[in-house]
Every structure is written in structure tokens, then in C-alpha cells.
């Protein structure tokens, strides 16, 4: 299928005749590291992390991205010591804060995917509100992954089919990769394209792992409270190198293999 012949998703809104605009997802690491290399303690990393994800943010309409999904706390996070788990919980209010206001007046519209279960009262109550704000937007989303794991959310997912299929709704035949995709946290987003990870670490984490079927990786030599608007072009010019055949072949090889 070429990226022209994607299928429909709510959410953006393109130019006709412009090319599709694209999903990219990150691993924002790095935070510790950044803040051990200036001798400040993690907090500040991840707060300086905050600061990046806004540059992001506001440089990825430009650049041709509809969908940008973000990693900001995982299913695994819980296992940190409680002072930096506290400090991983605050940062959305920290972030909405300050640019909520601006996120609804721009034209964007914020989902926060991930187990509510966990969260405080207070951070659900934040979430929705920053949702429910921005719900009629179209120019852009951002997907926040918080308290999310693709494990967690498959599995999660597999319980809403069946209690589906326990309450008659459905059947187990009825299932399929797109039925299935509509019971994910990201129902809604078209699949990322591009995965980016800064950081130099080569790994996915636990992260879209349904989603990033077919989608391209670029890692980046970069801590993520230092990545901004070049970061992200430099990992677009990357991926726009690679050629996607979602396990075709291209049509000059099939002439050539006759
Ligand atoms: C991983 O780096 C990063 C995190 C666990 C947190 C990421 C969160 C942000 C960048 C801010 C998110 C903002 C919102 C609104 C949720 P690490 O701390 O594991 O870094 P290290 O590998 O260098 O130790």
C-alpha cells in the first residue's frame, strides 16, 4: 500500500494535492543523563524535557506531521524511586499549565493514552479537562502515552473485546486487525510512521507495539531536553531516505524478476 492509498483517520486536515501528513512517535530518553552531565538531579532533567516537548511541538506542523505521540511515563516507570515517580506525575500539570491555552488556540487537539487506574484523582481530573478543551480541534494531535505500555493496552484491549463478545455484542470471528486496532488506546490515529528515539539507545521500550508494525526507526545521538526543530528534521530527512514496501516488492522488481 503506498502512502497515498492510506486509509481515512479522524484528526487532520491536509491540502488537497498536498502529500500526506505523517505520524511520528518518540521515546523522549535522556532526561537522567542530561541532568547527570550537569551535575542537577533528575527532576531538572525531566522538567528541561518539558521544554523540549514544547520546541517539538510547535515545530512539527511545520514540517509536514499530523499525529505526534509522545512517550512521557511507562507502565515500567512505576518501578522508580517514589521522589522521581512523583516528579514523572507532576510534569503533565506542569506542561498543561503553562500551554493549554495555546494548544486549544492553535488548533490542537490532545489525547492522553494510557491506564487511568494509578493516577492520581487530581492528574484524571487534568486530562480530561485538557481533552474535553481541545476534543474539536483538527490541525494537529498530540498523543500523550502516559501510565502506557503496548502490553498493557494489547491486553487491555483483548478484556474490552471479550467482554464484548460476553455480553453478545460480538463474535469471536468478528475479529480482525482493524476491529482490533479500534479497541487500542491510539483507535483513531493512523499508524506512526516513524519512530524516533534520542538518546543512542536502540530499543522500542514497550512502546506502539501494535502500531509499529511497519513503521521506520531513527535513532538520534541526542538527550531529548536538548532535541528541538533540527532534531526533528534532521530524523524526517532520515526517514524520508527509506524506502517502505510493507512487504511488497516495488514495481520495477517485479518487471525485472519477469
Ligand atoms: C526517560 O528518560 C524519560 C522519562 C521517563 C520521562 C519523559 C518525560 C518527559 C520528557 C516530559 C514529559 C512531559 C509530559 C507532559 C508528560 P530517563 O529519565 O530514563 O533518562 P535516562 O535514560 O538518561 O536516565
Request: proline share 5%; glycine share 8%; net charge negative.
Amino acid at each position: 500500500m503506498s502512502a497515498a492509498e492510506k486509509p481515512p483517520f479522524e484528526g487532520a486536515s491536509t491540502l488537497e494535492g498536498s502529500p500526506p501528513l505523517l505520524h511520528v512517535a518518540i521515546v523522549m530518553d535522556g532526561n537522567g543523563r542530561w541532568a547527570k552531565q550537569r551535575g542537577l538531579p533528575r527532576s531538572l532533567g525531566h522538567r528541561a524535557g518539558v521544554e523540549a516537548l514544547k520546541r517539538t511541538v510547535s515545530a512539527a506542523p511545520k514540517l509536514g506531521i499530523g499525529w505526534l505521540t509522545v512517550f512521557g511515563f511507562s507502565t515500567e516507570n512505576w518501578s522508580r524511586p517514589a521522589a522521581e515517580v512523583a516528579e514523572l506525575m507532576a510534569l503533565p500539570k506542569r506542561y498543561f499549565e503553562s500551554d493549554i491555552a495555546r494548544l486549544e488556540r492553535e488548533g490542537v487537539r490532545v489525547r492522553v493514552i494510557g491506564r487511568r487506574a494509578g493516577l492520581s484523582s487530581e492528574l484524571v481530573r487534568l486530562v480530561d479537562d485538557a481533552q474535553a478543551r481541545t476534543d474539536h480541534n483538527r490541525l494537529f494531535n498530540l498523543n500523550i502515552a502516559f501510565n502506557y505500555g503496548g502490553q498493557a493496552d494489547i491486553t487491555d484491549a483483548a478484556r474490552r473485546f471479550a467482554e464484548e463478545v460476553a455480553a453478545g455484542r460480538r463474535a469471536p470471528q468478528d475479529l480482525d486487525e482493524a476491529l482490533f486496532g479500534g479497541f487500542l488506546a491510539t483507535a483513531g490515529s493512523p499508524p506512526p510512521d516513524v519512530i524516533v528515539r534520542p538518546s543512542g539507545e536502540q530499543r522500542l521500550s514497550n512502546f506502539l507495539l501494535w502500531e509499529a508494525a511497519y513503521a521506520e526507526f531513527v535513532f538520534q545521538d541526542v538527550l531529548w531536553p536538548d532535541y528541538g526543530e533540527d532534531h526533528l528534521k534532521a530524523a524526517l530527512a532520515e526517514f524520508a531516505t527509506r524506502d517502505r514496501r510493507y512487504g511488497a516488492v516495488v514495481a520495477d522488481d517485479v518487471l525485472a524478476a519477469g
